[in-house]
């Protein structure tokens, strides 16, 4: 079992920028490849960032790419993603994920992570 914790979402303004924090417990988090997801109101969940168990690879969405950076801390047991130049559109509740694939394509599935976090609340107002 991984237990993760997302914490660091809040209220922004457009153009602004957040860091948000994922805490994990339980199993060695350090051999875990982890993802981040979010859904907004009356949407599914979207991929927006994975990161391998080593750090060595990352992938991101479209919407994601030269705003957003994932990285992770295997001494700590965190993942975080530090997002910039926030838009109302990335408003969503934000969630982590951990599991044992690596693939480039499934990476950005919901089917690619066995754990999940409760979420933490994102909104960027314009």
């Known amino acids: 079992q991984v237990q993760l914790v997302e914490s660091g979402g809040g209220m922004v303004q457009a153009g602004g920028s957040l860091r948000l924090t994922c805490t994990a417990s339980g199993r060695t988090f350090s051999r875990q490849n982890m993802g981040w997801f979010r859904q907004a109101p009356g949407k599914g969940r979207e991929f927006v960032a994975a990161i391998k168990w080593s750090g060595s690879d990352t992938g991101y969405s479209n919407s994601a790419k030269g705003r957003f950076t994932i990285s992770r801390d295997n001494v700590n047991d965190m993942l975080f993603l530090q997002m910039h130049n926030l838009k109302p559109w990335d408003t969503a509740v934000y969630y982590c994920?951990?599991?044992?694939?690596?693939?480039?394509?499934?990476?950005?599935?919901?089917?690619?992570?066995?754990?999940w976090g409760q979420g933490t609340q994102v909104t960027v107002s314009s």
């Open positions: 994920a951990a599991g044992n694939l690596w693939n480039p394509v499934l990476i950005m599935t919901a089917t690619a992570y066995n754990y």
